[in-house]
């Protein structure tokens, strides 16, 4: 019985969120005809939390102390499901776009969307002359003060842990020399796993640390270890409850004096790092 009831609630939240998504995204494709997307941005954050809301999940966002929400970044996540652009955009508290692979701006409504608002199309077959357009877009949002976000892994997870990060995202940050910033996403997994239709009622911890400004080689290792340690997840990725969170923190802080020196990032002390005394409520 309790699973029949699962199950009609999820189908209810899908339809309810197919609702609420399709007919405010025409909305906005038509306003970003007209408008700076800047112009109408509370509008699309407000989208993003009714997305939340409709899908069944509560965010909570947590910043680190030395984050500074003004500076032009990179978004360094995990990537979980197909929620979690939307779930970013709630918690970023600045203009951002992303690196959106070019197939998905075929897509109907979606694909629209992420075209109108100026995401950057990552090639399906990488050609040079595809790599140096992708290049160039990447640099005129940077130019224009618009941060990124990229998901590094290039996937979304079947397990619920976070796989080897690839290294676009890296050498052109390196580049173009923008500062990133690590991003774990935690409870996305419980939330909703990529090939199942299931929702479940889940509280969203998004977490963004430090910027930074790595060398190549160790601030991939050096992020990738600071996004993973916001993803833990039990035997067949679930949850492993609030005090092992507490624990996997505790070990988190015990871990940022190495993270810290691997970055580069000079003139922020360990303590900064390790610290994540925000928190906001979102949706």
Known sequence: MMRAWLACRSAILWVFSGLHFFTVVPVLVFLGIFLDPRKHDWLQRTFCRRIAF????????????????????????NHVNLFDPFMLYCAIPQLVRGWEL?????????????????????????????????????QEAV????????FPEAKR?????????????????????????????????????TGHWMLWRRELRCICTTRSRPRFDEGRRACSARTCSGNYCGP????????????ASDE????????????????????KMGRIPQAETLG
């Open 54 to 77: 409709l899908s069944g999940v509560r965010v909570e966002v947590r910043r680190s102390a030395g984050f500074d929400a003004s500076r032009t970044s990179f978004f360094m996540i």
């Open 102 to 138: 070019e197939s998905h701006f075929k897509i109907p409504a979606y694909g629209w969307l992420m075209k109108r608002f100026g995401n950057v199309p990552v090639p399906d077959v990488r050609r040079p002359s595809d790599l140096k357009r992708m290049w160039r877009l990447t």
């Open 143 to 150: 130019n224009r003060g618009t941060s990124l976000i990229i």
């Open 157 to 193: 997870t079947r397990d619920g842990h976070v796989d080897q990060f690839q290294d676009g995202g890296f050498r052109v940050a390196q580049q173009l020399g923008v500062a990133i910033v690590p991003v774990s996403l935690v409870g996305s997994f419980e939330h909703h796993r």
């Open 236 to 247: 067949g990725g679930g949850s492993i409850g609030k005090e092992k969170w507490r624990v």
């Open 252 to 271: 988190w802080r015990e871990r940022k004096s190495i993270s810290l020196a691997a970055l580069g990032n000079e003139g922020m002390s360990g303590s």
